[in-house]
């Protein structure tokens, strides 16, 4: 099956500072890529859909200067959490479907603790 | 907004117990459903599918699950569990022309006991 991966796994930051998570699909391309969040013993919660060569698309209530999406290429997009704040500590996840297919591949996810 | 509710959150079964998962979805337009497993410490992974056909839909692992249109359900099921089943199941919906964006619910905690 298709694969996606995430870089970091982990990561410990301050608090005010700025963290970059990558998502990459590494044996297919996905002009389209999904930012999701989980909290600890909750859902996936959709942040952000990931648009090749376009602005990234922000579901309801989630800041789009706090939480910037760069879809650089067809394998590759990068979620940065800028200012980050102890409540941003959580689990990301990604996941993109091949083009064309509808069926998402996820990301092993990343977990960000903000001290 | 479409919504996708798991009733079970948590559910403790002994191994060879029969499991069986209950999802709803609220959305009156053609979905494609999707069952997800998350073993502890690792990522989302695909149990099964259902996009069209036979509305009973085997997976991997032993598992199954039926949609009843009628009923805006996608129960998943497993005749016998085991203790490797320990997990957290997701339940996804996705409309179709939706921009392939998946709802999910709020998940299951499944414990399997020896």
């Known amino acids: 099956g298709a694969v996606v991966s995430q870089h970091p796994s982990r990561v410990i930051c301050k608090s005010g500072t700025s963290v970059k998570i990558e998502c990459r699909s590494l044996?297919?391309?996905?002009?389209?890529m999904f930012w999701y969040r989980q909290f600890p013993k909750q859902s996936l919660m959709l942040m952000a859909t990931?648009?090749?060569?376009?602005?990234?698309?922000?579901e309801q209530g989630v800041e789009k200067d706090k939480f910037l999406i760069n879809h650089a290429s067809l394998t590759l997009s990068t979620l940065t959490v800028t200012s980050a704040h102890p409540e941003d500590s959580s689990f990301y996840i990604c996941?993109?479907?091949?083009?064309?297919?509808?069926?998402?591949?996820f990301g092993p996810g990343t977990r960000l603790t903000v001290l | 907004a479409q919504s996708v509710s798991q009733h079970n959150h948590h559910v403790i079964l002994s191994e060879a117990a029969s499991l069986e998962l209950g999802c709803n979805y609220s959305?009156?337009?053609?979905?494609?459903l999707f069952w997800y497993v998350q073993y502890p410490g690792q990522h989302l992974q695909l149990l099964l599918k259902?996009?069209?056909?036979?509305?009973l839909v085997k997976g991997i692992k032993g598992f199954e699950a039926e949609f009843i249109k009628s009923k805006f359900s996608f129960n998943l099921r497993k005749p016998s569990v085991q203790w490797s089943d320990t997990a957290e199941y997701f339940c996804?919906?996705?409309?179709?022309?939706?921009?392939?964006?998946?709802?999910f619910g709020t998940g299951t905690q499944l414990k399997v006991e020896l």
């Open positions: 259902y996009f069209s056909g036979d509305p």
């Open positions: 996941s993109a479907p091949p083009a064309g297919g509808n069926e998402q591949f």
């Open positions: 959305y009156g337009g053609t979905v494609n």
């Open positions: 996804a919906v996705l409309l179709t022309g939706g921009g392939n964006k998946l709802t």
């Open positions: 990931s648009n090749e060569g376009s602005k990234a698309t922000y």
């Open positions: 044996d297919f391309q996905a002009t389209t």
